[in-house]
């Protein structure tokens, strides 16, 4: 398996990536129980040399439950009826996933109410308030 090339400076060596080949649900005619159609595709990213640390947690946090207790991301496809498809299928979505983790998510900064915001839901408080007081029994003189 060769190398996966994510950006120009970032390339997943093939000794981090494990391909395996296993029988698919779905189409596949008279092949369907003789053929290993659907690829698993494995990543070491606990054992990534590739990869800094923050990318790494943010690529876990995208990656969800297709990490095993090894740290392995596994992405698996069985899109197509040829091997070799699902293969670069597979490969793609891997490179799709470690490029939203390369991108430092914006440090929100926290803002205030301005002056007008609080005098308008204070001022729309009130006019509720009275809509209310309006509903109201007239008080005891039955």
Do not use: C, W
């Given at each position: 398996?060769?190398?996966?090339?994510v950006?120009?400076?970032?390339?997943?060596?093939?000794e981090?990536?494990?391909?395996?080949a296993?029988?698919?649900s779905?189409?596949?005619?008279?092949?369907?129980?003789?053929?290993?159609?659907?690829?698993?595709?494995?990543?070491?990213?606990?054992?990534?040399?590739?990869?800094?640390g923050?990318?790494?947690?943010?690529?876990?946090?995208?990656?969800?439950?297709?990490?095993?207790?090894?740290?392995?991301?596994?992405i698996?496809?069985q899109?197509?009826?040829?091997?070799?498809?699902?293969?670069?299928?597979?490969?793609e979505?891997?490179?799709?996933?470690?490029?939203?983790?390369?991108?430092?998510?914006?440090?929100?900064?926290?803002?205030?109410?301005?002056?007008?915001?609080?005098?308008?839901?204070?001022?729309d408080?009130?006019?509720?308030?009275?809509?209310?007081r309006?509903?109201?029994?007239?008080?005891?003189?039955?």
């Amino acid at each position: 398996m060769e190398p996966l090339v994510v950006t120009d400076a970032i390339t997943i060596p093939a000794e981090e990536l494990t391909m395996a080949a296993v029988r698919a649900s779905g189409p596949g005619g008279q092949n369907v129980n003789k053929v290993a159609s659907k690829v698993e595709l494995r990543f070491d990213l606990a054992g990534s040399a590739v990869l800094s640390g923050p990318v790494k947690g943010r690529l876990r946090a995208l990656a969800g439950n297709r990490l095993d207790q090894d740290g392995a991301l596994l992405i698996v496809s069985q899109k197509t009826r040829d091997q070799r498809r699902n293969l670069d299928d597979a490969r793609e979505r891997l490179r799709d996933l470690v490029v939203q983790a390369l991108v430092v998510p914006k440090e929100r900064r926290p803002t205030k109410p301005t002056r007008g915001s609080k005098m308008r839901r204070l001022g729309d408080k009130h006019v509720v308030g009275e809509r209310k007081r309006t509903r109201a029994k007239p008080s005891g003189d039955d």
